[in-house]
């Protein structure tokens, strides 16, 4: 290949490798299968694209129609792909065939966010719900009720035997955040609020917990990033810094990292709440934030 320079310059290089041209409008999610060889993109123009990363070059290797709407989230579990939708929905499809196996309905108004734990499929949805499906069979199991505005961030917590046997937690416990400026958790089992947290003063835009699962953080329109203690329900610190909405957010052991529509990301201690380092460059809203391997924590 010849002389390209030091270690140091070629790591802070980045190259274009090839762009994908199958949508026919802006592309609003993705995601990688567990094993990397899969990669799905859901489009403004209702369509979901399925794409093989193990080739030379990516190649396209099918598209899900059936959506009545623009594609807001989407997810690769196994040998499916869910896609939650602006029409209502969400859809289940078979990644060797293409096709459409299962409609999920119930919802109201348009899917915001879903995470899938394998056995069951959350959601949540501008209808100031949140709910929760069965993977195999798309049967709504419970719907969660309370929020005031919008749902948008979910988490799921399973509660471990410890816990279960200490009194500490006696079901596996959903978090929502919502544009009422609140978080809630949820008992799974029942459906039922267990706590509500308000401080912010903004749509609760962003969610994360720390690796004990015992400590949120919650990011906001009112720029902010708060923590609280999840069993007791109490506010511990405010992270404050951000010139605008917190969009993104990720723990990586002590230390958070957030992005904002003030076009940076940031990097803070969880435990101080203090700021020690600023990404500038972009020149909008930092909307995905990723760290491999505890790259610059």
């Known amino acids: ?8 310059e070629d790591k802070n290089r980045t190259y274009h490798l090839q762009t994908l041209t199958k949508h026919g409008g802006g592309i609003n999610c993705m995601a ?9 993109t859901g489009g403004e123009d209702k369509t979901a694209c399925l794409w093989s990363t193990k080739t030379q070059e990516c190649e396209c290797i099918g598209i899900l129609q059936g959506h009545d709407e623009y594609i807001t989230c989407i997810l690769i579990e196994d040998c499916f792909v869910l896609t939650g939708c602006a029409d209502k929905t969400v859809r289940k499809w078979d990644v060797g065939t293409c096709e459409c196996v299962l409609i999920l309905k119930g919802h109201t108004s348009v899917i915001y966010r879903m995470i899938c734990t394998g056995d069951f499929i959350f959601t949540s949805s501008y209808d100031r719900t949140a709910r929760c499906w069965d993977f195999d069979t798309g049967e709504c199991i419970r719907v969660f009720r309370g929020h005031k505005r919008g749902v948008y961030p979910l988490i799921f917590i399973p509660a471990d035997e410890d816990e279960l046997e200490s009194g500490d937690l006696d079901s596996d416990i959903l978090i929502t955040g919502s544009a009422d400026f609140t978080a809630r958790t949820w008992n799974f089992e029942s459906g039922k609020e267990i706590r509500v947290f308000k401080g912010h ?12 699962g015992r400590v949120l953080f ?3 329109t009112d720029f902010t990033v708060r923590s609280w203690d999840l069993m007791k329900g109490s506010a511990l610190k405010t992270f404050e810094g951000h010139q605008g909405s917190v969009i993104c957010m990720q723990v990586v052991n002590k230390i958070m990292y957030t992005g904002s529509s003030d076009h940076t990301g940031r990097s803070w201690v969880t435990e101080f709440g203090d700021c020690t380092r600023i990404y500038k460059g972009h020149k909008h809203t930092v909307s995905v934030i990723k760290v491999f391997d505890g790259l610059g924590g």
């Open 32 to 40: 990688v299968s567990e094993d990397g060889s899969v990669l799905g």
């Open 1 to 8: 290949m010849g002389n390209c320079g030091s270690k140091k």
């Open 201 to 212: 003063k903004g749509a609760v835009t962003c969610m994360s917990v720390d690796p004990t």
């Open 218 to 220: 919650s990011g906001s």
